[in-house]
């Protein structure tokens, strides 16, 4: 696709290039733009194109890692959740192999550079549907109450054990629900989403 920013080129096509990574801009175009289940987010689009990046400089070099090591790499460049001792250990490995980390740590991309390359160099946008955002929020609010659930149990069943609380076999329940003052209605969070609102009359929303 043409480059429709003009002036300096996107740091991710010239990486494309420069790495021979032949249809990744395609790859990425089409699975950040997928709806549901099948759309990819931009930090994890970034992640998998700086790991491709690293993969790339690797095998120039002939150095074989692990994917676990691979992973470990690339987070350490990206400077995700990696201890300062490994880093450096990590490093110095791949400077003995003969890869150019310098090289490497200036190349690898935020996610940010990822969005510039889809929406101004591709021309592409995310559209989610109302469906798939409704989808969404319903699994983020199952995966909130779940987490609940989870935390709740796991104290109480640290204070069992103490004589602070006296507590047989036990169950932790969540309900989530909305209730509109408006209309009176209350929903199960679930219900609400699936149902596709209350019984207010549908407006229009405000500009």
């Not at 080129?9 to 099948?38: F, I, M, Q, S």
Request: proline share 1%.
């Amino acid at each position: 696709m043409t480059d429709t920013s003009g002036g300096r080129r996107n740091k991710v096509a010239r990486l494309v290039d420069e790495y021979d990574l032949d249809g990744v801009g395609d790859e990425l175009e089409a699975r950040w733009t997928a709806t549901g289940d099948d759309h990819t987010s931009l930090r994890d689009l970034a992640y998998e194109f700086n790991r491709a990046l690293v993969e790339s400089r690797l095998d120039e070099t002939g150095v074989r890692l692990s994917a676990r090591e691979l992973d470990a790499v690339v987070r350490s460049l990206t400077g995700d959740d990696v201890a300062a001792a490994d880093r450096t250990q990590l490093r110095r490995r791949l400077e003995r192999e003969g890869v150019d980390v310098d090289a490497l740590d200036c190349d690898v991309v935020t996610y940010q550079a990822v969005r510039s390359y889809l929406q101004d160099h591709r021309g592409a946008e995310y559209e989610p549907d109302d469906g798939d955002r409704a989808t969404t929020a319903a699994r983020a609010i199952g995966k909130l109450r779940g987490r609940l659930v989870s935390v709740a149990e796991s104290k109480l069943r640290g204070l069992r054990k103490t004589p602070a609380l006296t507590l047989g076999e036990f169950r932790v329940l969540v309900d989530v629900s909305v209730l509109c003052t408006d209309c009176g209605s209350r929903y199960g969070v679930a219900d609400l989403l699936s149902s596709g609102g209350c019984d207010c009359e549908a407006t229009e929303p405000e500009e």
